[in-house]
């Protein structure tokens, strides 16, 4: 900028520039923006990252081989198998589930839309330990088949039938909730050139759809196993706390804190936080690569 | 297809695509198993309760006292929540530092880390001789065992929802706004509480909504930093699982109900402002 311009427009541009200056909140005097920056950092810190670290440093309290010997308890292991049986249970059914009712929502125009995607989200809205309820409720020896199911010797509550159960019904909406705004925003244009060009249903569903929505369904495969890992209230309910039979991970930990075995306690929990610390990163990761802010979950 | 003609009404509009039937079918049908069936227990449950016994558990002192603690821990931890994720949300938004994407990503943290991991986590990092419960005993603060401790989890269950409802309005938000407010002379107090808190008002409510919510329902991470003592820490989930494990199904599906029909009331208003919100924000 000419100088001469400058000094020429000087009380116009004086204006102006004070005008910028406090117009925009990226121009808050440095110390106004620090001080929040530090008290934001500060918050964080000590609500999200300090509890984090207590993880490790309680789970390594007494050193290494105390750790590794209460991973490699038996009923550890037991508890991760089972963990392990959850997840890829109800992570499957729900993908298979979310991918179809976001097909039928977003592709076709019926009665009682709005309704549906209404009722998919109820089990959001539900306490965890009502949702491990209704399974006793219905299943449990005095539930609704609790008679029949005894004559016929199936076990559902208080075996692993009911955790897993219980796991699909908390972890419900989480593809289709990822797949209906996704598939609703891409419309039904190439789908319909795809027919038009020959393609069967089948082609037309694994060249052109599945392509279109891997990185959502990614996404809520990621939120929906991380949730399925971690649930406690409803899988508390459903499960009789038996120790190497129908104990979760976080049901472990709980085990293992009430007997004040607190190093092993935070040992199970720690295995448990990595995960989640890597969950964090792959959702950062496929908000990256779908371009797009995260949402509420 | 003939269903596309016999059923015509059914359809607002015809499509070409297949596969309707079946993914609909399949849908109704996994959603009538897994939820709506299950879900219609505690409530075929609580009919065949007699009223008098439902309302004798509902409004039994134990289970009031729980009431009041789960409705104000919430609310508290709620308020506090749309504090603290304000100023989060905003720094993120506006402001350039190191680390930034590691704090965005941090957030998240409630939502991934299992409710029982961060309840034992908090609890130690508050008992008198954590790390943090150290300094505040001698204040004589104590926070774990206490409702206080009760709130303390719920922030930290809560403050990712008030966090990531207000982000994304914060940075749609059009800073013209604000700059034809500082050239008509408004000083940035001014341009604050009249153009930017009116902007983000609705977000912050519907985050408070959604991490009260929650925090209503909420078990595993409160119950180990609560300390569960009867009459004044004892949360209403609490109570269900109290009352399932003594195999008084009635009690535990009373308490259910009412606690049903509270968040689905929550839900209501929840829908209703992001509804009234996307009204708000459509261009004029």
């Known amino acids: 900028m000419a100088t001469t311009a400058v000094a ?53 309290a007494k050193g290494l081989s105390a750790y590794l010997q209460a991973i490699a308890d038996p009923n550890t292991l037991s508890a991760m198998k089972l963990s392990l049986l959850a997840v890829g249970t109800a992570v499957p059914l729900n993908l298979v589930f979310g991918t179809a009712a976001a097909w039928a929502i977003t592709k076709f125009r019926f009665k009682g839309r709005d309704l549906l995607i209404t009722l998919i989200d109820i089990p959001f809205g539900v306490s965890p330990v009502i949702s491990g309820l ?30 897993v159960l219980a796991t699909t019904f908390v972890t419900f909406p989480f593809v289709a909730r990822e797949l209906i705004p996704l598939m609703e925003s891409q419309g039904t244009e190439e789908e319909e050139a795809a027919l038009v060009l020959g393609a069967s249903g089948l082609q037309m569903f694994f060249r052109i759809t599945l392509p279109n929505i891997k990185w959502g369904l990614l996404y809520g495969v990621v939120l929906c196993t991380a949730r399925a890992l971690g649930e406690f209230g409803a899988v508390s309910v459903v499960s009789g706390h038996i120790r190497g039979q129908t104990n979760t991970l976080p049901l472990h930990v709980e085990i293992l804190y009430n007997d004040y075995n607190y190093s092993g306690a935070f040992a199970v929990a720690s295995l448990l936080s990595v995960f989640a610390v890597l969950t964090l990163a792959g959702k950062k990761f496929l908000e990256w690569k779908t371009g797009r802010k995260g949402q509420v979950s | 297809m003939s269903f596309r003609n016999s059923s015509g009404s059914f359809f607002k509009n015809s499509s070409i695509l297949p596969g309707f039937w079946p993914s609909f079918s399949y849908t109704i049908l996994y959603l009538s198993l897994i939820v709506l069936i299950p879900l219609s227990a505690v409530f075929l449950k609580s009919v065949s309760v007699s009223p008098e016994q439902f309302w004798k558990t509902i409004s039994s002192p134990q ?19 749309v504090v603290i994720g304000f100023l989060v949300a ?15 990503a941090l957030v998240d943290l409630p939502f991934a880390l299992p409710t029982a991991v961060a309840g034992i986590a908090l609890t130690s990092l508050y008992t008198q001789n954590g790390w943090l419960g150290r300094w505040l005993a001698p204040l004589g603060i104590k926070v774990a065992f206490t409702p206080l401790g009760v709130v303390v989890a719920l922030t930290f269950i809560g403050l990712p929802f008030v966090v990531r409802s207000v982000q994304p309005v914060l940075a749609d938000a059009d800073q013209e706004l604000e700059e034809a407010a500082s050239s008509l002379g408004a000083n940035r107090w001014q341009v604050f509480t009249r153009v930017i808190v009116p902007l983000v008002r609705p977000a912050l409510l519907t985050g408070f909504a959604l991490a009260f ?42 308490i259910a109900a ?27």
Do not use: C
């Not at chain 2, 494990?245 to 599906?253: H, K, L, N, R, S």
């Open chain 2, 90 to 104: 905003w720094v993120l938004v506006r402001y350039e530092f190191p680390g930034k994407a590691l704090a965005d």
């Open chain 1, 134 to 163: 209704i399974f006793v409720l219905v299943f449990g020896a005095r539930g609704w088949f609790g008679p029949w199911l005894d004559q016929h010797d199936i076990r559902i509550i208080f075996a692993v039938p009911g955790i």
């Open chain 2, 258 to 284: 009412v606690m049903l029909v509270t968040s689905f009331l929550l839900l209501l208003l929840i829908n209703t402002i992001q509804r009234r919100t996307r009204k708000y924000m459509e261009p004029v």
């Open chain 2, 213 to 254: 919510a929650r925090a209503l329902g909420e078990y595993g991470s409160v119950i180990f930093i609560s300390g569960n003592l009867p009459m004044r820490t004892e949360i209403t989930p609490l109570l269900i699982v109290n009352k399932l494990e003594q195999y008084d199904y009635a009690g535990a599906t009373a």
């Open chain 1, 8 to 60: 020429a427009a000087a009380p116009a541009q004086r204006r102006l520039k004070a005008g910028a200056r406090t117009a925009s909140a990226a121009r808050d005097p440095a110390i106004v923006r620090w001080g929040l920056i530090l008290l934001a950092l500060l918050s964080l810190g000590v609500l999200i990252v300090l509890p984090l670290a207590a993880v490790f440093v309680q789970a390594f």
């Open chain 2, 63 to 81: 289970v009031v006292a729980s009431y009041r603690l789960s409705f104000g821990a919430s609310l508290i931890a709620g308020a506090i929540s």
